[in-house]
């Protein structure tokens, strides 16, 4: 049992990396440090965008038109660190539960 809930907190922290790179990587991108024609550089960006996308495109519904500034990804990270905090609570309770 303790071992599904690490295993949900490791996914959970390798999903936050994944919005920090994809974050760091548009604004890379955006200001002409990365060459994204190049297809490996390409391809990283791609990854990054499928993998992040479907859950930042929900909370760039709801925020309001902010320009240029894109804080979708600081959103999403801090609701990932509540969800961790929330998985937390549970494994305690349920530790309490069996012993």
Known sequence: MMALFWLIDRLISLYTWAVILAAVFSMLAAFGVLDTRNRVVWSIGDFLYRVTEPALRPI???????????????????????????????EMGVMRTMY
Not at 63 to 88: C, E, K, T, V
């Open 60 to 90: 760039r519904n709801i925020l309001p038109n902010l320009g240029n500034i894109d804080i979708s990804p600081l959103i999403l990270i801090l609701l990932l660190q509540a969800l961790r905090m929330l998985l937390g609570e549970i």
